[in-house]
């Protein structure tokens, strides 16, 4: 004769099975949370690398200390080369060449030029040796700004010229959470935090201009800190 369940293994069992259960939902959420935590870390990570190599490369393609000297610990301010030449003095005149005629004549309105700077700023539009290209004349692709020359002070050994914009000043700041450029935010996964500092330190004889960076990157109570030194690395 066939025996069924009594109502006391009944109930054992569904409490068995629903302790069972509540341990493999925990397990499973464990996992699921320990997955999302990773794919954050990762992005954290893959944005602090981001950020990291857009400021290194735009640091190392800036105009040799050209940089603001009126910033604080948590900016810094610099001009981007546009293009760059060689220039050869005749006389009272100033004449140059650039590598990209064509860009650079479509823009030379808005440009300038600048040899051999050697300290950071205070102000653009007051600092040694900046010519603008609107001032310039043209003939088969070479530039000649008249009487340039006597207001010339020193002179780059190497005779080259650096073209920027006046007007196309690059800033990153750091603010609590968040890194900006030019007031747009790049990431805002910064952790407050009396570390984060961006520090230009001005050429020596032994060395061109250095950008220091601190940043601390967090997320979930996790944070990383990263330093890097950045070399500007064209020479006056």
Do not use: W
């Not at 981007?80 to 003095?89: E, K, M, S, T």
């Not at 207001?151 to 073209?163: A, D, E, K």
């Amino acid at each position: 004769m066939n025996k069924g369940f009594t109502l006391l293994e009944m109930v054992l069992a569904i409490i068995v099975t629903s302790v069972l259960s509540l341990g493999m939902a925990d397990l499973a959420g464990v996992g699921t949370r320990g997955y999302f935590q990773s794919i954050d870390r990762y992005r954290v990570q893959n944005e602090a690398r981001f950020v990291l190599e857009k400021l290194s490369r735009e640091v190392r393609h800036a105009v040799p200390n050209l940089f603001s000297s009126t910033n604080t610990a948590n900016c810094i301010s610099f001009f981007p080369i546009i293009d760059g030449g060689f220039y050869a003095i005749s006389g009272a005149d100033l004449s140059f060449v650039v590598s990209d005629y064509d860009r650079v004549n479509k823009q030379s309105g808005a440009l300038s030029i600048v040899i051999n700077p050697t300290q950071p700023y205070e102000n653009i539009h007051n600092i040694d040796n900046t010519f603008d290209l609107a001032d310039a004349t043209t003939s088969g692709g070479v530039y000649t700004i008249a009487n340039a020359a006597r207001l010339l002070v020193g002179g780059s050994v190497g005779q080259r010229h650096y073209v920027f914009n006046k007007s196309g000043e690059v800033q990153y700041c750091v603010n609590g959470s968040l890194i900006s450029r030019n007031s747009v935010v790049v990431s805002d996964r910064l952790i407050p935090s009396s570390e984060n500092s961006l520090n230009y330190s001005a050429a020596t004889v032994q060395r061109n201009g250095l950008v220091d960076m601190t940043l601390v990157f967090g997320i979930n109570g996790e944070q990383t800190q990263y330093e890097q030194e950045v070399q500007v690395t064209n020479v006056p």
